[in-house]
Each structure stands twice: as structure tokens, then as C-alpha cells.
């Protein structure tokens, strides 16, 4: 291992922090006032250097937002005109062309992409913190309430083993863990109970990702070996992605669409 990669390998065994996410985008959120005091307070050869800067910064912005104004706008008199006679009626009109006819198929492609990657449900209400977690204070002090119950259904692998009780922060009830679910697959209009491997995606909040907190449009990998779904190459597939339906912490059970 090279000598200055330590923190890449820390964060590969022991993972972020919980929060690392939001923090990150409020360290971002900070630049643009963290730039504008700095350019109020910097004097000198400094100043001129900052200036120099901001200024190719602010010219580059602007020509990629003509970039995108001229996306769909278009131009007359870029094409050649057609060879042969042209009637007198049509002789004071000019050829009209896209501006950008690269646009149109990078829009394409978005579409296409997003058609492939759409999901049952695209909009799932927020869920607060205050909904997700229920306080609980421990020790003699009534000051010490660092410590979280999650209220809504999560998932633990099968090798999980929570913390000590005096550093464990977020509380799983073992009355809400999830290890099934009910997936159905719409083309072959069957439904099957099949082992959640983990949880991708929690539209909610990253750290509900990490959590593993089951919610209402969170994307989920099942195991989906019993289907007998088999590639083009032949082989068997053993996992795929699922979106969760309903809400499993008032049915008790989850269920999901699988994502074709």
C-alpha cells in the first residue's frame, strides 16, 4: 500500500461518518460566502491574483450559459442552398438549421436512460427526522439524549451484531427488522417472498441508507435465484433491484416491484 492513502483505507474498512453526506453539502453551500469574505477582506498582489481568477471563472460561466440558451434556438443561411432552379416565391426565404444538432441527440439518450432506469414510484413523501427517530435519554442526567430508536422497519444482514450498549447511537427494534419481502414481477404476474440482500437507495437521507430504514420508494436487491430468470449468456441471475410499495412499518410485511 502506498504511504499516503491511509484515510482512502480507512474508509473502505470502517466506512463515513453518519452524517458525512450532509456535512459535505453544507461545506459546499459555505464556498460562495467563504469567496465573497475573502474578496472583501484580501489586499495587494493577492487581490489582483483573486480578481484575475473570478474573472475567468465569471467568463466561463457565462459562455456555458449561452450554451445552453442557443441550445434550441436555430440559425438561417448556414446551409448551402440546394443546386437547381428555385421558384421566385421562395427565393427571398433561407435555409433553416439546428443551431446545436448535437442537442437533439444527447436529449435523446437522456430520455432513453431514463426510461431505462424509471421506477414504479418517482415521488415518495419526505419523511422528518422527528418521525424516524424517537429520543432516548440515558444515565442519571436528564441532559444526555445523544442516543436514537429508529420507528420504521430496517434491515440487518444476517452477520450483524450491534455495539456495545454504552456506544450504540442508533437502535434497531428486532420487532422491525425485515429480512423478506414480497416482490412481484409485473411481466411474469407472479409474486414471491424472496431474502432481501441490502438496501441500495433511500430517497429519503443518505444516512437512512446506511441505516438500512425500509421505507416507502427505497430500492432494495432481493434475491431473485428461485424465479429462474437466466441472462443471454446463459447464466442464472442471482440479484436484482426492487422498488418497496407500501409502508411496512403500519403493514408489517414489506412489498415491492421488481425492476425490470
Same mark, same amino acid.
Given at each position: 500500500m502506498?504511504q499516503?492513502?491511509?484515510?482512502?483505507?480507512s474508509i473502505?474498512?470502517?466506512?463515513r461518518?453518519?452524517?458525512?453526506?450532509e456535512r459535505?453539502?453544507?461545506?459546499?453551500?459555505?464556498e460562495a460566502h467563504d469567496a465573497s469574505?475573502y474578496?472583501q477582506?484580501?489586499r495587494?498582489?493577492k487581490?489582483?491574483?483573486?480578481q484575475?481568477?473570478?474573472?475567468?471563472e465569471?467568463i466561463?460561466?457565462?459562455k456555458t450559459?449561452k450554451?445552453?440558451e442557443?441550445?434550441?434556438?436555430t440559425?438561417?443561411?448556414?446551409?448551402?442552398?440546394?443546386p437547381?432552379?428555385?421558384p421566385?416565391y421562395l427565393l427571398d &426565404?433561407?435555409q433553416e438549421s439546428?443551431?446545436?444538432m448535437?442537442s437533439? =441527440?444527447?436529449? +435523446? /439518450?437522456?430520455k432513453?436512460?431514463a426510461? !431505462?432506469f424509471?421506477?414504479?414510484l418517482p415521488q415518495?413523501?419526505?419523511?422528518?427526522e422527528?418521525?424516524?427517530?424517537?429520543v432516548?435519554?440515558?444515565?442519571?442526567s436528564?441532559?444526555?439524549s445523544?442516543k436514537?430508536?429508529?420507528?420504521?422497519a430496517?434491515f440487518v444482514?444476517?452477520?450483524?451484531?450491534? &455495539?456495545p450498549v454504552?456506544?450504540?447511537?442508533f437502535i434497531?427494534p428486532? =420487532?422491525?427488522? +425485515? /429480512?423478506k419481502?414480497n416482490?412481484?414481477? !409485473?411481466e411474469?404476474?407472479?409474486?414471491?417472498?424472496?431474502p432481501?440482500?441490502g438496501v441500495?437507495?433511500?430517497p429519503?437521507n443518505?444516512?437512512?441508507?446506511?441505516?438500512g430504514?425500509?421505507?416507502k420508494?427505497t430500492i432494495?436487491e432481493?434475491?431473485?435465484?428461485?424465479?429462474?430468470?437466466?441472462?443471454?449468456?446463459g447464466?442464472v441471475v442471482w440479484?436484482?433491484?426492487a422498488?418497496?410499495?407500501?409502508?411496512p412499518?403500519?403493514?408489517?410485511?414489506?412489498n415491492?416491484?421488481l425492476l425490470?
Amino acid at each position: 500500500m502506498p504511504q499516503n492513502e491511509y484515510i482512502e483505507e480507512s474508509i473502505r474498512k470502517h466506512g463515513r461518518r453518519f452524517d458525512h453526506e450532509e456535512r459535505r453539502r453544507k461545506k459546499v453551500a459555505r464556498e460562495a460566502h467563504d469567496a465573497s469574505l475573502y474578496s472583501q477582506k484580501v489586499r495587494g498582489l493577492k487581490a489582483k491574483l483573486h480578481q484575475n481568477k473570478r474573472r475567468k471563472e465569471k467568463i466561463q460561466m457565462k459562455k456555458t450559459m449561452k450554451e445552453h440558451e442557443e441550445r434550441n434556438t436555430t440559425q438561417r443561411g448556414t446551409e448551402a442552398p440546394a443546386p437547381g432552379a428555385v421558384p421566385i416565391y421562395l427565393l427571398d &426565404r433561407e435555409q433553416e438549421s439546428q443551431a446545436k444538432m448535437l442537442s437533439s =441527440a444527447v436529449k +435523446q /439518450k437522456r430520455k432513453e436512460k431514463a426510461a !431505462k432506469f424509471s421506477v414504479p414510484l418517482p415521488q415518495v413523501r419526505g419523511v422528518p427526522e422527528d418521525e424516524m427517530f424517537k429520543v432516548i435519554k440515558t444515565g442519571k442526567s436528564k441532559s444526555k439524549s445523544w442516543k436514537r430508536m429508529i420507528t420504521k422497519a430496517t434491515f440487518v444482514g444476517d452477520g450483524f451484531t450491534r &455495539r456495545p450498549v454504552k456506544y450504540e447511537r442508533f437502535i434497531r427494534p428486532m =420487532a422491525l427488522r +425485515q /429480512k423478506k419481502a414480497n416482490i412481484t414481477h !409485473k411481466e411474469l404476474g407472479v409474486t414471491m417472498q424472496l431474502p432481501i440482500i441490502g438496501v441500495k437507495k433511500n430517497p429519503q437521507n443518505p444516512t437512512y441508507t446506511q441505516l438500512g430504514v425500509l421505507t416507502k420508494g427505497t430500492i432494495i436487491e432481493v434475491n431473485v435465484s428461485e424465479l429462474g430468470l437466466v441472462t443471454s449468456g446463459g447464466k442464472v441471475v442471482w440479484g436484482k433491484y426492487a422498488q418497496i410499495t407500501n409502508n411496512p412499518e403500519m403493514d408489517g410485511c414489506v412489498n415491492g416491484l421488481l425492476l425490470t
